[in-house]
Nanobody, 118 residues
Framework: QVQLVESGGGLVQPGGSLRLSCAAS????????MGWYRQAPGNQRELVAS???????NYADSVKGRFTISGDNAKNIVYLQMNSLKPEDTAVYYC????????????WGQGTQVTVSS
């Protein structure tokens, strides 16, 4: 089993910054990729950014140049640095971990609210 705990959400003004953290614990072997997703009211959950175990990153077009995903393998933490935040970035942000053992398993965190408003 894997547990994911997000932190760092909150209220920020447009143009501001936040850094989200996702701490992973448990049976952390054969991890393929970790990522951040978000879901705004009335919308489907969407990929924001991901980072593979090899360090390859992927970003949604809407956040390219503003958000940066990074990982600290020693601490089993993934970060999402969010700069130049816009009201449309408002959503619940979820951490996700994909693990390939004899099956492919996906784990989610509980989510953290990010609100961008003046």
């Amino acid at each position: 089993q894997v547990q994911l705990v997000e932190s760092g959400g909150g209220l920020v003004q447009p143009g501001g910054s936040l850094r989200l953290s996702c701490a992973a614990s448990g049976s952390l072997f054969s991890v393929e990729v970790m990522g951040w997703y978000r879901q705004a009211p009335g919308n489907q959950r969407e990929l924001v950014a991901s980072i593979s175990i090899g360090g390859t990153t992927n970003y949604a077009d809407s956040v390219k140049g503003r958000f940066t995903i990074s990982g600290d393998n020693a601490k089993n933490i993934v970060y999402l640095q969010m700069n130049s935040l816009k009201p449309e970035d408002t959503a619940v942000y979820y951490c996700r971990l994909d693990q390939r053992t004899y099956t492919y398993q996906i784990y989610w965190g509980q989510g953290t609210q990010v609100t961008v408003s003046s």
